[in-house]
């Protein structure tokens, strides 16, 4: 069950909302647990006992961590168990046929039989319920949050469907009170609604119909410098629109709920660096890789080399994250890379005026760590990569001239003007102050942009929810006239 379908829309949700705001504050928490387990088991029944099974062990690693006392030896030890069997589990069912594959391949080119493994199937959310324990025996360990006696709230903090298959990554120290005491108000409700309706236009309107056209180009067998820049170009939007779309249902869901989770996205790509981009992308994860990878190896406090590496070593396990695929670890190797480098020179990562040369080299830095990231194998990426930089030929081939459709372009278009539109208010809204001595003025008319946002001006507020709530119908319609389009980060 995925959030952009009618079961869930107009049987799944309006059913558990039902329930919930019927039942007493004090079965609430069990009601969102079964409910959960409902919606994962409605994709796989088998897989919700391995989904159970993790729920458990963490829980009593949890309590065991906890009686042993903060960072003491046995403390340490009951963690490195827990951690152990939860990344072999990770280990099992994400990279056991890509490590089998890579073998099976060194074997065959020196005449050796291959290995004979059952393809192994990947449950949906695992990354995200995997990192999400973990994190929580890690902070119990850290005397960063308790260990909980409460099974129902716990099972419910890793199964809590709005975030389940595919973020933000929750950690149960920021959301303990909110399972205990948590406020459920008309207008906590109505913001959930609106911000759902926003996130669903994202990924049906926007991110729908962009995926066409990505998946077109990269298709291509011989694509002309057009088309890999159209289709790279596509996916960037693409991928913005469907992850920060589910993030935005995730979020609205949540306030539903009366639960308020953390943001996930803040207009990355107004970025003026790498290190920027990975403050306002994917926020619950980086900072996530921050806490308990980049952290725990060290950090900075071990030198300047020891400070590169360990950047490098965490974007490098980030892009594995992602997936079983050498692709992913090419993609995390760049943006690793880049991160050390940016580090190396001081560059200032938090730049209080906007600078279009460093931001025009930052948005090429991501969309060029997008067409590896997006290409099924290293094949498909240099053959985008020969084709974008060859610049022989920037019209596009007759076979995307004939499919590609007046809407695509608009499409285009109008994600590209949203993102520099939101990108641009944020940054003059949000921007650093400046040092001591110097007068950071907004552009012309960037204070017209913050009132007609802000709560000065009410018949604005009104406007964008009444045109909000007509485009959420109207994606309703192209959602049930449209094939079937899953999330994209579903598959990690």
């Given at each position: ?28 928490n069990l ?33 065991k ?9 046995p ?18 069912f ?6 089998v ?11 050796l039989?291959p ?5 192994v ?30 099974l ?16 933000p990554?929750?950690?149960?120290r920021?959301?303990?009170d ?10 906590k ?21 962009l ?7 990269f298709?291509?067998?011989?694509p002309t ?16 629109f ?18 308020r989770?953390m ?13 920027e ?7 619950s ?21 020891t400070?590169?590496r ?22 995390g ?11 190396a ?11 279009p040369?460093?931001w025009?080299l930052?948005?090429?830095l ?14 498909v990426?240099g053959?985008?990569?020969g084709?974008?930089f060859?610049?022989?030929?920037w ?5 995307n ?17 949203t ?21 950071a003025?907004?552009?012309?008319g ?14 604005p507020r009104?406007a964008?929810?009444?045109?909000v ?21 579903f598959?990690?």
């Open positions: 069950m995925v959030f952009s379908s009618n079961v869930f829309l107009f049987l799944f949700l309006p059913i558990f909302l039902g329930l919930y705001y019927l039942s007493g504050q004090r079965y609430r009601l969102l647990l079964i409910a959960s387990y409902v919606f994962y088991a409605w994709w796989r029944v088998d897989f919700l006992a391995l989904f159970a099974a993790v729920t458990l062990w963490n829980y009593w690693i949890g309590l961590v906890g009686a042993a006392g903060v960072r003491t030896k403390a340490q030890r009951w963690l490195l168990l827990g951690v152990g069997v939860d990344l072999c589990i990770l280990g099992y994400k990279y056991a046929n890509f490590g594959d890579s073998i099976n391949a060194m074997m065959t080119s020196v005449g039989e290995f004979i493994l059952t393809h199937l990947l449950p949906i959310g695992i990354s995200f319920y995997i990192f999400e324990s973990i994190s929580y025996i890690i902070d119990v360990y850290r005397g960063d949050t308790p260990a909980t006696r409460n129902i709230d716990f099972a419910a903090f890793v199964a809590i469907f709005p975030h389940l298959i595919a973020g990554v929750l950690r149960f920021d959301l303990a909110q399972f205990n005491h948590r406020t459920h108000t008309l207008d409700f109505s913001e959930g609604c609106t911000r759902f309706m926003q996130g669903f236009i994202k990924k049906v309107f926007i991110a729908d119909t995926a066409v056209v990505a998946d077109h180009c298709a291509l067998q011989n410098t057009g088309d890999a820049w159209l289709g790279a170009l596509a996916y960037t939007a693409q991928l913005y469907d992850f920060s779309g589910y993030s935005d249902m995730a979020i609205g869901l949540g306030l539903m709920m009366g639960f989770f943001e996930n996205f803040k207009q990355p790509y107004i970025s003026q660096s790498i290190t981009f990975w403050r306002r992308w994917h926020i994860l980086s900072t996530w890789l921050r806490d308990y990878l980049y952290i725990t190896l060290g950090g900075n406090r071990k030198g300047t080399l400070t590169y360990n950047l490098f070593l965490t974007m490098l396990l980030g892009g594995l994250w992602h997936g079983a695929n050498i692709t992913y670890i090419v993609w190797a760049w943006h690793g890379m880049w991160l050390a480098i940016e580090k020179i001081g560059l200032n990562t938090s730049p209080h005026r906007f600078n040369i460093r025009a930052t948005f090429l991501v969309v060029m760590g997008w067409v590896i990231f997006r290409a099924e194998n290293l094949h990426a053959r985008m990569y084709a974008m060859s610049f022989s030929d019209s596009l081939s007759e076979l001239r004939a499919s590609l459709t007046g809407l695509q372009v608009a499409t285009l278009v109008v994600a590209y003007a993102l520099a539109f939101f990108g641009l208010r944020d940054f003059y809204r949000n921007r650093p102050a400046a040092p001591q001595g110097t007068a003025k907004p552009p012309r960037g204070d017209s942009l913050v009132l007609a946002s802000g709560a000065v001006a009410v018949w009104y964008m929810r009444a045109l709530l007509l485009l959420f119908l109207a994606s309703i319609l192209k959602l049930s006239a449209q094939s079937f389009s899953p999330f994209l980060y598959q990690f």
